[in-house]
């Protein structure tokens, strides 16, 4: 069922000792069990009150997720449209699809190749292992699908009531920031967004290995359903603080594209997920993306990033982790004309 996790644990384990001995500099762990890092309940926000509020509380809730996404890059929602009934469905269906033997999952045909990964394929050293398993996929997969699955017709739903999530909550921070909100619906339609089924195995080595090591979203936002295990932490003021699991509520944050989009203005915070000795975890996250071919123009007369497609950020992106081990992302595009 699992990955052969503990193999590659042995292997990047030796690699560390003998480039120790060697005298390759290692730079030293950033994380311990040991270290304390303060449990928070990131802001909350009823967004019913964008649809059924008056025009006062409108005005406010709108206000409180600009806010948010300003001073935290993360917040919850609360009252979303997302009905429990297809985030049941989808946490079973999910935990269904994981329970398949290894060489299944390896080989499924469910999705396009390269849906499903696991560990980190470029990690030289344990720092850069993620101990968890994921189907990353392309929603075009889903609609294309024929063989009309309980697993595609449950992520078609949860796709599709995200979506609107997204939406209602990406044209208030197109609107709070000046930009026009109609990007969103000419430009992230279902077909170019992702759907990312993560499943986080207990780790006999929390201390020395994440779940999924840190990053930021390179996407416009991202919706998260998890479980009630924890386990996500986020910087907020050059601190790593772990997020409080709430069940009424989803987790939304700013992507790469938000930021370089709004100008700065929203912030796409680093954030990880740290492993449980005993128990596994289950995550769904909603990417909102672009198409390949849309650019990333924000209309400020003082750009801080130079205009590019996101088919460019992609590929950047993966050339970056290929060649280096790790996402660069944004700064590459920072505007060096000021
Ligand atoms: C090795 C990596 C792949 C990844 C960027 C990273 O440096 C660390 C995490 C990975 C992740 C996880 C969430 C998203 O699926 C993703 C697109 C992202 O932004 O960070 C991936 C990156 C990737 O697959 O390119
Ligand atoms: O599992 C989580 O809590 C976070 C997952 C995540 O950051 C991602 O899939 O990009
Ligand atoms: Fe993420």
Same mark, same amino acid.
């Given at each position: 069922?699992?990955?052969?996790?503990?193999?590659?644990?042995?292997?990047?384990?030796?690699?560390?000792?003998?480039?120790?001995?060697?005298?390759?500099?290692?730079?030293?762990?950033?994380?311990?069990?040991?270290?304390?890092?303060?449990?928070?309940?990131?802001?909350?926000?009823?967004?019913?009150?964008?649809?059924?509020?008056?025009?006062?509380?409108?005005?406010?809730?709108?206000?409180?997720?600009?806010?948010?996404?300003?001073?935290?890059?993360?917040?919850? @929602?609360?009252?979303?449209?997302?009905?429990?009934?297809?985030?049941?469905?989808?946490?079973?269906?999910?935990?269904?699809?994981?329970? #398949?033997?290894?060489?299944?999952?390896?080989?499924?045909?469910?999705?396009?190749?390269?849906?499903?990964?696991?560990?980190?394929?470029?990690?030289? *050293?344990?720092?850069?292992?993620?101990?968890?398993?994921?189907?990353?996929?392309?929603?075009?997969?889903?609609?294309?699908?024929?063989?009309?699955?309980?697993?595609?017709?449950?992520? #078609?739903?949860?796709?599709?009531?995200?979506?609107?999530?997204?939406?209602?909550?990406?044209?208030?921070?197109?609107?709070?920031?000046?930009?026009?909100?109609?990007?969103?619906?000419?430009? *992230? @339609?279902?077909?170019? *967004?992702?759907?990312?089924?993560?499943?986080?195995?207990?780790?006999?080595?929390?201390?020395?290995?994440?779940?999924?090591?840190?990053?930021?979203?390179?996407?416009?936002?991202?919706?998260?359903?998890?479980?009630?295990?924890?386990?996500?932490?986020?910087?907020?003021?050059?601190?790593?603080?772990?997020?409080?699991?709430?069940?009424?509520?989803?987790?939304?944050?700013?992507?790469?594209?938000?930021?370089?989009?709004?100008?700065?203005?929203?912030?796409? @915070?680093?954030?990880?997920?740290?492993?449980?000795?005993? @128990?596994?975890?289950?995550?769904?996250?909603?990417?909102?993306?672009?198409?390949?071919?849309?650019?990333?123009?924000?209309?400020?007369? *003082?750009?801080?990033?130079?205009?590019?497609?996101?088919?460019?950020?992609?590929?950047?992106?993966?050339?970056?982790?290929?060649?280096?081990?790790?996402?660069?992302?944004?700064?590459?595009?920072?505007?060096?004309?000021?």
């Amino acid at each position: 069922m699992d990955p052969p996790f503990n193999e590659i644990y042995k292997t990047l384990l030796y690699n560390q000792i003998t480039n120790t001995e060697r005298d390759v500099p290692e730079i030293p762990f950033s994380f311990s069990v040991t270290a304390v890092v303060e449990e928070v309940e990131l802001p909350v926000i009823d967004v019913s009150r964008l649809i059924h509020g008056a025009e006062k509380e409108r005005e406010k809730c709108k206000e409180e997720i600009a806010r948010a996404s300003r001073e935290w890059g993360f917040f919850q @929602v609360i009252n979303h449209g997302i009905s429990m009934d297809v985030l049941e469905k989808m946490r079973q269906e999910q935990i269904r699809v994981f329970r #398949e033997p290894f060489d299944k999952k390896s080989k499924s045909e469910k999705f396009s190749a390269g849906s499903y990964r696991w560990g980190t394929p470029s990690a030289t *050293c344990l720092r850069q292992l993620s101990w968890s398993e994921a189907f990353h996929v392309p929603m075009t997969d889903i609609s294309n699908n024929k063989d009309f699955t309980t697993l595609s017709s449950t992520m #078609e739903k949860f796709a599709s009531e995200s979506e609107a999530l997204a939406y209602m909550l990406a044209e208030v921070l197109a609107e709070k920031s000046g930009q026009k909100s109609s990007f969103f619906k000419e430009n *992230c @339609v279902r077909n170019t *967004c992702y759907l990312r089924m993560n499943r986080y195995p207990p780790c006999p080595k929390p201390s020395e290995v994440y779940g999924l090591m840190p990053h930021t979203d390179s996407d416009f936002l991202t919706i998260l359903y998890q479980d009630q295990v924890g386990g996500l932490q986020l910087i907020k003021d050059d601190r790593w603080i772990a997020v409080k699991p709430n069940p009424r509520a989803l987790i939304i944050n700013i992507g790469d594209l938000f930021q370089a989009w709004s100008n700065g203005m929203y912030k796409s @915070v680093e954030h990880r997920v740290m492993t449980n000795p005993t @128990v596994e975890r289950f995550s769904t996250a909603y990417f909102m993306c672009p198409s390949y071919d849309a650019v990333i123009e924000c209309s400020s007369d *003082c750009p801080a990033y130079r205009n590019f497609s996101f088919r460019e950020f992609r590929q950047q992106v993966q050339e970056d982790v290929k060649k280096l081990g790790f996402k660069v992302g944004l700064p590459r595009f920072l505007n060096h004309l000021y």
